[in-house]
């Protein structure tokens, strides 16, 4: 009880505030309870932050009408030419509907003033059309692009030979492997990285049964040492197509899939295609 006192006696010790007049009159003393200043001062902060969500608001508001008056512009304009589209396509109508070649003439309006340019619109169909049939030519060859371009594993194991110069497993000399080991059991289905058509399906020598895809832009792959081969020779293979089943034919010490990527003839590193999602 005896705090609560005290604190509402300070709460109301009067403080003196001084406004000393630039002219000659005598200074007026102001006396204002503490709590007064407190009070004052959170109303001022309220005041404050009250003024700026208006503000803030207010410019929102402007940003939406804006739009508002520029969509709304671009509304009208087109409702107009609709319109002015179906008036001249009632004038053709009634036109036409006159029958012979004589009376349309005769009826031809003299002035053409308010009429659709046409050969401007022509012009403006032309480049519209022109520029979609440029961004679907660009969006197609990107699509096969993508389609051509080897992506992710043909089957999921792990890598038990890398590319690059190793020691061959077989008779222990040094050699360049071109491609990848990725071991598996027997029997696992190996798919397509890319769409394409198999140029090879058959037996390779030390590569066992092999399957060669053509790919586009320059990409093969091959796919070799299998148990069983799925497709032949000319058919078309989408991405994630079973092509073959997985073994240890050829010159092979163990069940795995040899997987390899040419580019313009050339081998080069699936590492960095294993690793993009297909």
Same mark, same amino acid.
């Given at each position: 009880?005896?705090r609560?006192?005290?604190?509402?006696r300070?709460a109301?010790?009067?403080?003196t505030i001084?406004?000393?007049p630039?002219?000659?009159?005598?200074?007026f003393?102001l006396k204002i309870p503490s709590?007064g200043?407190?009070f004052?001062?959170?109303?001022?902060?309220?005041?404050?932050?009250?003024l700026?969500?208006i503000a803030?608001?207010?410019?929102e508001y402007?940003?939406?009408?804006?739009?508002?008056?520029?969509?709304?512009?671009?509304?009208v304009e087109?409702?107009a030419?609709?319109?002015?589209?179906?008036?001249?396509?009632?004038?053709? @109508?009634?036109?036409?509907?006159?029958?012979?070649?004589?009376?349309?003439?005769?009826?031809?309006?003299?002035s053409?003033?308010?009429?659709? #340019?046409?050969?401007?619109?022509q012009g403006q169909?032309?480049?519209?059309?022109?520029?979609v049939?440029?961004i679907?030519?660009?969006?197609?060859?990107q699509? #096969?692009i993508y389609?051509a371009?080897p992506?992710?594993?043909p089957?999921?194991?792990r890598?038990t030979?890398?590319y690059?110069?190793?020691?061959?497993?077989?008779?222990g000399?040094?050699?360049?492997?071109?491609g990848?080991d990725i071991?598996?059991?027997?029997g696992?289905?190996?798919r397509?990285t890319?769409?394409g058509v198999v140029?090879f399906s058959?037996w390779s020598?030390?590569s066992?049964?092999l399957?060669?895809?053509e790919?586009g832009f320059?990409?093969?792959?091959?796919y070799?040492?299998?148990k069983?081969?799925?497709?032949?020779?000319?058919q @078309?293979?989408n991405?994630?197509?079973?092509i073959?089943?997985?073994?240890?034919t050829?010159?092979s010490t163990?069940?795995?899939?040899?997987?390899?990527i040419?580019?313009?003839?050339?081998?080069?590193?699936?590492?960095?295609?294993?690793d993009?999602?297909?």
């Open positions: 009880m005896g609560l006192r005290g604190f509402i300070k109301f010790t009067p403080v001084m406004l000393i630039h002219s000659n009159s005598k200074p003393n709590i200043i407190v004052s001062a959170m109303l001022l902060i309220m005041g404050s932050f009250y700026l969500s803030v608001r207010v410019g402007r940003m939406m009408k804006e739009k508002l008056d520029y969509y709304t512009g671009q509304f087109l409702k030419t609709m319109n002015a589209l179906k008036r001249s396509e009632y004038e053709f @109508r009634s036109l036409f509907s006159l029958g012979t070649k004589e009376r349309i003439l005769e009826n031809i309006p003299a053409d003033s308010g009429s659709i #340019d046409v050969e401007a619109l169909i032309r480049n519209t059309v022109g520029t049939k440029e679907r030519e660009y969006l197609l060859l699509r #096969d389609k371009t992506r992710g594993w089957v999921t194991g890598i030979s890398a690059g110069p190793r020691e061959n497993p077989i008779n000399g040094e050699d360049f492997h071109s990848v071991s598996v059991e027997r696992t289905p190996v397509a890319a769409d140029s058959g020598g030390g066992g049964n399957v060669g895809l790919h320059g990409y093969s792959t091959f070799a040492h299998n069983t081969l799925a497709v032949r020779v000319g @078309r293979i991405r994630g197509d079973i073959a089943y997985a073994g240890s050829g010159s163990g069940s795995h899939s040899h997987y390899e040419w580019k313009d003839g050339r081998h080069i590193n699936p590492k960095p295609f294993l993009v999602r297909s």
